[in-house]
């Protein structure tokens, strides 16, 4: 059984940095890609950052800059370090891995999200 456990949430004023983490641990075919997404209240869940096993990194526009994303192949985990907050960066934070578990087929896990709160 797969599991995704996140850590690393939290208040943090602006401007201040947060690193979260997230260790997936059960029985995975081939890790390709784990990123982390985020929603805001009323929003909809939008790609902060991912990263492939080759360490191509993609990260959303609004984060550029300030967020960093490194992964663990060896331990399957994944973390996000979260420098120069902003109030908007405001929102619950999920672990995304994606198992490729065949030719074109694939699996997708997401953490419980944590709760990442920055103030003014």
């Known amino acids: 059984q797969v599991r995704l456990v996140e850590s690393g949430g939290g208040l943090v004023q602006a401007g201040g940095s947060l690193r979260l983490s997230c260790a997936a641990s059960?029985?995975?075919?081939?890790?390709?890609?784990m990123g982390w997404y985020r929603q805001a209240p009323g929003k909809q869940r939008e790609l902060v950052a991912d990263?492939?096993?080759?360490?191509?990194?993609n990260y959303a526009d609004s984060v550029k800059g300030r967020f960093t994303i490194s992964r663990d192949n060896a331990k399957n985990t994944v973390s996000l370090q979260m420098n120069s907050l902003k109030p908007e960066d405001t929102a619950v934070f999920y672990c995304?891995?994606?198992?490729?578990?065949?030719?074109?087929?694939?699996?997708?896990?997401w953490g419980p999200g944590t709760q990442v709160t920055v103030s003014s």
């Open positions: 995304k891995v994606v198992d490729r578990t065949g030719l074109n087929v694939q699996s997708t896990y």
């Open positions: 059960g029985s995975f075919v081939s890790i390709n890609a």
């Open positions: 990263i492939t096993s080759g360490g191509s990194t």
